[in-house]
């Protein structure tokens, strides 16, 4: 995809949801338009710029999990109670992150991508901070429909 | 005495048993599983170029791209387990291939140097001075809070030492009684030792981890 500075209104739900949710982060994951590769485009409350260098692996940790799975998921206390190891999980690890709630963006029926929003403290996401986030990911769907190879 | 010794001869062939497990696994998910996926992708790619109906056309690629993303992770998980260049290039390209993936899985960038010209190593001691070089590299993910290594190798007549320094938030050295909190460093500290090798570390807190390890040719 071309690259979300281009795009301010992503940019703006991104920060948007960080406020509405009251979370320490939020992450944009997106496919790469060559390959199969799913990369963190864009980020919110970040410490540092780790996430620009992570590729997500499919099927491992919270967005590889999601886009193999089409899923959301929750953590709430990690390194608790997770399935695989500690280092399957590097977004929570790169920014300190100990509870997250993620959910998939879907292109064309297929999931592409990963909006998360995470606190670096241990939370339970209510019923409706979560809808705030599936929300947000319907719109970021709607936005970036252009954006994704279909 | 010979209790120690005896007790080191049972550590090193658990290790050297378990090595050639995990080299069997990641050439049998390399060459067998991997190759088999290939095949299938290039099989769906030919009839995909038979498909008119659009939609059909679509679900073929979306099915190529899944299995794409399937060879892509079993390479990755090969390379994880086994890196082939430990076996056919040496210890400082199999070092310099893990350090992309290792930047790549959690963001942090490696600056590595290497001082000398590289010398042949038996691949026993190779794989140890490799998975020493991985776990103290994975440790850095998992605790140190940091977004840089700084990563030397120095080749001398008679000794290979490498140095590791994060510039993460650093801990307080524990006791060695203190096993539950150490077994790692530990574990990595008997491995240097049973390949006639040393390994120290050093920690200050705000000031990183240091982590030297020598091997004697």
Not at chain 1, 24 to 29: I, N, P, R, Y
Not at chain 1, 96 to 107: D, K, M, R
Not at chain 2, 61 to 84: A, F, W
Not at chain 2, 146 to 163: A, G, P, Q, R
């Amino acid at each position: 995809m071309t690259e979300l500075n281009e795009h301010p209104a992503v940019i703006e739900i991104c920060n948007q949801l960080k406020t509405l949710v009251s979370c320490d982060f939020v992450g944009l994951a997106l496919q790469n338009v060559s390959g199969p590769d799913v990369r963190w485009h864009y980020a919110a409350g970040n410490l540092n710029d780790k996430y620009k260098r992570i590729t997500v692996r499919f099927g491992k940790g919270v967005a590889g999990k999601i886009i193999s799975s089409g899923s959301p998921m929750i953590l709430e206390n990690f390194p608790n109670e997770i399935i695989g190891k500690v280092t399957d999980h590097p977004i929570m690890l790169a920014e300190n992150l100990i509870s997250s709630y993620a959910v998939p963006l879907f292109f064309n029926g297929v999931p592409k991508g990963v909006l998360l929003v995470g606190k670096r403290e241990a939370y339970t996401f209510t019923e409706t901070e979560q809808k705030l986030v599936d929300e947000s990911a319907h719109t970021l769907e709607h936005l970036l429909k252009a954006h994704i190879i279909l | 005495m010979d209790l120690i010794s005896s007790k080191q001869q049972i550590s090193s062939y658990i290790i050297d048993s378990q090595e050639e497990e995990i080299k069997r696994i990641a050439l049998e998910l390399h060459e067998g599983v991997g190759q088999n996926l290939y095949s299938i992708l290039t099989g769906l790619q030919f009839v995909e170029t038979g498909i008119k109906e659009p939609h059909m056309k679509n679900h073929l690629r979306e099915m190529s791209l899944l299995i794409e993303k399937t060879i892509q992770e079993i390479r990755l998980l090969s390379v994880e387990l086994h890196p082939p260049a430990l076996t056919t290039l040496g210890l400082l390209p199999a070092v310099k291939n893990y350090i992309k993936l290792y930047t790549s899985t959690f963001g942090i960038l490696v600056d590595l140097e290497s001082d000398g010209d590289e010398r042949p190593i038996p691949e026993r001691k190779r794989i140890a001075v490799f998975r020493v070089c991985q776990e103290a590299l994975v440790n850095i993910a998992k605790y140190a809070d940091t977004s840089e290594v700084k990563m030397n190798f120095y080749w001398n007549e008679n000794e290979l030492k490498i140095n590791i320094h994060d510039f993460g938030k650093g801990f307080q050295p524990v006791e060695p009684k203190d096993h539950t909190s150490s077994s790692g460093l530990a574990a990595m500290k008997e491995r240097m030792y049973l390949t006639g090798g040393e390994f120290t570390i050093s920690s200050k807190i705000g000031e990183g981890t240091s982590i030297q390890i020598s091997l004697p040719f």
